[in-house]
């Protein structure tokens, strides 16, 4: 069996270039922000970034599900509106909590994007309707991709069109109880590329998708030797320019 060989066109424009991880941050440069994304289409990198749902529904644009760690709030993401968290500041910068309706108008299919979405749970509907109903009208390279293979199973049944992939690390996941879960979890989500965790490759799991055509991506790849392994083992990376 050979992976979505109707999707392979999309799947090499989606590729084409390396993805910056959470945009090209650093520096004083906060991830998942404008200046981020705007850094790595200057670059000429693709972005990578990550939305969760707000308490209204709408797909904003941040990694952590708690608010400590990149602005001066605390508390869940999800206890907020879309309006609430468009008002509070990335620590250091003038910059607010995007949301993606914003980032995709301002990215406009100048390059590649990987959408990642945090869904902690089965109940995927509303954050995966937030982030279809800001991708209408996009024109430009993008898939959707979530560790929850509730996420891309929503994408294959209800907005077909638009690439999904699954979220893979096996840390913590390991033998045949592990293969088995990632087994079952490809399956589950019905993805059309990995986007897998650059520690552990060379991966067995990985390497047979890959030889039946399914694409690879692989993160967070920050050194020498990862540009390496994943020059070796994977189809393309999701970067971070490592600390200076």
């Not at 390396?18 to 004083?28: D, K, N, T």
């Not at 990198?45 to 904003?60: K, N, P, T, W, Y």
């Not at 993401?77 to 990335?90: C, E």
């Not at 800001?134 to 199973?153: A, D, T």
């Amino acid at each position: 069996m050979r992976w979505s060989l109707s999707a392979q066109p999309d799947l090499e424009r989606l590729g084409a270039l390396p993805f910056a991880h959470r945009g090209l941050h650093g520096g004083g440069v906060v991830e998942n922000s404008r200046a981020a994304f705007e850094a790595a289409i200057a670059a000429g990198h693709g972005i990578e970034l990550d939305v969760q749902a707000s308490r209204d529904g709408e797909a904003m644009v941040l990694h952590d599900y708690k608010l400590d760690r990149l602005t001066g709030e605390t508390g869940d993401v999800a206890a907020r509106s879309a309006a609430q968290l468009g008002a509070i500041r990335l620590s250091g910068t003038d910059e607010t909590i995007p949301a993606l309706r914003e980032i995709l108008q301002r990215i406009a299919g100048r390059v590649p994007l990987l959408i990642e979405v945090k869904a902690p749970d089965r109940s995927v509907t509303r954050l995966c309707m937030a982030v279809y109903r800001s991708l209408e009208g996009y024109r430009g390279p993008v898939g959707i991709m979530s560790f929850n293979p509730e996420v891309p199973r929503w994408f294959a049944a209800h907005a077909p069109r638009v690439l999904r992939g699954l979220v893979v690390t096996e840390n913590g996941k390991r033998g045949l109880r592990g293969r088995l879960e990632r087994a079952f979890a490809l399956w589950r989500s019905k993805a059309q590329f990995l986007a897998y965790d650059i520690r552990d490759l060379p991966s067995r799991f990985a390497k047979a998708r890959r030889k039946r055509g399914m694409f690879v991506f692989t993160w967070t790849v920050r050194s020498d030797h990862d540009h390496d392994r994943a020059g070796r083992y994977a189809d393309q990376i999701i970067f971070e320019v490592p600390a200076a």
